[in-house]
């Protein structure tokens, strides 16, 4: 049952959030929404961007830990932002700019870090530097993509996922193995 309540939440959660700023979503209007209670949500969560970041990490975590080259997990990792735009523009919205590329930054890079193996072979100031700049990479195509008045449709957008995967393979194995020369 608290599993499936969990899960309630975070649905009702994502549904309020698509629609506006997490600033102005109450933990009321969420216990109403799924019909639970105060206590409920507070047993399962800290507050509602908890409920969000939760949501996207175990999303992230499962995308970066399938048995496919980083980019494309990196790329699925977009794809799943692009289903969620609502939310993550209203997130933005209420925290701020600042605020949420770092939160964007950090937890990229957490991602990356884990889904490179065997890190100790490659010079530590190499492995900083890819990241640092894959990082800002998918931040800076995110927030482009939030700040973009236009909606493509889920098709168009796989589409330019599928090319973006196609062109950019293999890159970060590819500098990566450049730090061992």
């Not at 049952?1 to 899960?7: D, L, P, S």
């Not at 649905?11 to 700023?21: F, I, V």
């Not at 494309?72 to 794809?79: D, S, W």
């Amino acid at each position: 049952m608290a599993h499936g309540t969990k899960e309630a939440i975070v649905e009702c959660t994502l549904q309020l959030a698509a629609k506006k700023p997490l600033n102005r979503i109450s933990v009321r209007e969420i216990t109403e929404a799924c019909g639970v209670t105060r206590n409920t949500f507070y047993y399962h969560f800290h507050d509602i961007y908890e409920v969000v970041t939760d949501f996207f990490e175990t999303e992230a975590t499962a995308i970066f830990g399938e048995k496919l080259p980083l980019e494309a997990r990196l790329l699925n990792f977009l794809g799943l932002c692009a289903g969620y735009k609502g939310v993550w523009l209203n997130l933005y919205k209420a925290i701020g700019y600042e605020q949420f590329s770092g939160y964007i930054v950090q937890h990229i890079h957490t991602l990356l870090l884990s889904a490179i193996g065997d890190q100790e072979k490659y010079r530590p100031e190499d492995l900083e530097l890819v990241c640092a700049f894959y990082e800002e990479a998918i931040c800076g195509a995110l927030m482009r993509w939030l700040r973009s008045k236009r909606n493509l449709r889920p098709e168009d957008l796989m589409q330019m996922l599928n090319r973006a995967k196609y062109l950019f393979e293999g890159q970060i194995e590819d500098a990566l193995n450049r730090s061992l020369q």
